[in-house]
């Protein structure tokens, strides 16, 4: 489908449906609908662009680096959020079937911390769920995706089989390994219907694997783990972030257990950690 015919408007109509349908926090989701109207007004107003196909990377790199109307410059974490926002825009007009690339592919910035590994942003999360539906009949990525936010590793995740997933609760039991142990995942609305998903195409049989189906699930299963979740970061946009790396999805999901919870050790619970100091510190 040509590209060249998608309004601007229509697109971020089309995109904000896409985040409302994508169970995300209701502030994320303003937030990022928010930046998504301020760009089209921005491309119109500045530019006369009302055509998706009409942003070039010079006009999407002057909307995300382009100072507030008090002329404050707009902060590190601001300008992530314009570029995320942008891609995601792009992105569901690609799913739609529209021709279009993607104007911020060489746009870099500097990173959000000087962490070697940091926790995901919410905007981030959202856009990698986008990403991780990587068609309509590939559901093995997105069902990574959602154990990685239920907090599996990618040394638990390729242990995991149909037995271990309690849909009627929203949970999934996580085998531990490594440094951490044996728990329950959980997942939210989206996690549920995409490993929903999954567990179709894999079968009932209580011992089929969700994920990986070879004979290694400790050696190549967590290389396919690895790869799975890295795919989703690249496709994302994410993978030249110098601290964005796997663990930073289950770093997030620490994040918002905290944020929920106002305790450190039901973090460390949830993430299979014995030490209360490493809780902290992955979060």
Do not use: N
């Amino acid at each position: 489908m040509d590209g060249t015919r998608l309004g601007l408007a229509e697109a971020v109509e089309a995109a904000a449906a896409w985040v409302s349908s994508s169970w995300a926090a209701e502030v994320e989701a303003r937030r990022v609908v928010g930046v998504l109207q301020r760009f089209a007004s921005f491309c119109d107003q500045g530019f006369g662009i009302v055509e998706l196909a009409g942003v070039t990377p010079a006009v999407a790199a002057e909307f995300v680096s382009a100072p507030a109307p008090d002329g404050v410059a707009p902060s590190v974490s601001l300008r992530h959020l314009r570029r995320l926002s942008i891609r995601l825009l792009f992105r569901v007009a690609r799913s739609s079937g529209h021709v279009l690339g993607d104007p911020t592919l060489d746009l870099r910035l500097p990173p959000r911390s000087l962490l070697s590994t940091r926790p995901l942003a919410d905007e981030e999360v959202l856009v990698c769920r986008g990403a991780a539906q990587w068609s309509l009949e590939d559901t093995r990525r997105a069902a990574a995706w959602a154990l990685a936010e239920a907090t599996s590793r990618t040394a638990e995740l390729p242990f995991i089989t149909v037995a271990d997933v309690d849909l009627e609760r929203s949970r999934v039991w996580i085998h531990g390994g490594g440094r951490a142990a044996e728990r329950w995942g959980y997942l939210d609305d989206w996690g549920v219907e995409h490993i929903s998903r999954r567990l179709a195409v894999v079968g009932e049989g209580p011992a089929a694997p969700i994920f990986y189906a070879g004979g290694d699930p400790a050696g190549a299963g967590q290389v396919a783990a690895c790869t799975a979740i890295q795919d989703v970061l690249v496709r994302a946009g994410l993978s030249d972030e110098r601290d964005v790396r796997a663990s930073s999805v289950a770093a997030w999901a620490g994040r918002r257990i905290l944020a929920e919870s106002g305790r450190i050790e039901v973090v460390a619970r949830r993430l299979g950690l014995k030490s209360l100091d490493r809780a902290a510190r992955i979060i």
